[in-house]
């Protein structure tokens, strides 16, 4: 075994379109509210509860930090076939539990091997148009806290 076999290439989720498709849908979801959506997806989720890991990665992230605590976590672990959405207390309290298991669901709707990403896209635009409803954008204060780049686990 040769000493580059020890490194293993970091793997790829999703292609560049892909990416770009998702990343977009957090971008035109944020336009219209000072609400913040960021995603992580990871192949296995290590822990037994996928809300639980969600809650661990939406705090690591610090997205609790954003000023209307209105930040929401689009969790995904693509082997363990796992999907959480975490939402901080501003706009969780704005909606209730029954609106977020509703949003988990019609995500699951649209997942099939194929359409994984558009699953994730309808997701992602939904809970922006929920943001956009509780927490309109105004242009006087709002700026973009956090970043809308797609966080990607082991």
């Excluded at 672990?77 to 969780?92: C, K, P, R, T, V």
């Excluded at 006087?140 to 082991?154: A, Q, S, T, W």
Aim: hydrophobic content about 40%.
């Amino acid at each position: 075994m040769g000493i580059l076999s020890l490194f293993r290439k970091k793997k790829e989720f999703f292609t560049a379109d892909e990416r770009d498709r998702i990343v977009k849908a957090i971008q035109a979801s944020e336009k219209s509210t000072s609400g913040e959506i960021r995603v992580f997806v990871e192949s296995k989720n290590p822990f037994v509860n996928p809300l639980d890991r969600a809650s661990e990665i939406f705090f690591r992230l610090k997205m609790q930090n954003t000023v209307h605590r209105n930040a929401v976590l689009l969790y995904v672990a693509l082997e363990s076939h796992e999907l959480a959405l975490f939402a901080d207390q501003g706009i969780y309290e704005q909606v209730g539990t029954s609106y977020w298991e509703d949003a988990v669901t019609n995500m699951l709707a649209h997942f099939t091997r194929d359409n994984i990403v558009s699953g994730m896209e309808q997701c992602i635009l939904q809970v922006g148009k929920t943001l956009t409803e509780k927490f309109p954008y105004n242009s006087k204060e709002d700026k973009n806290e956090l970043p809308d780049d797609i966080v990607f686990g082991n």
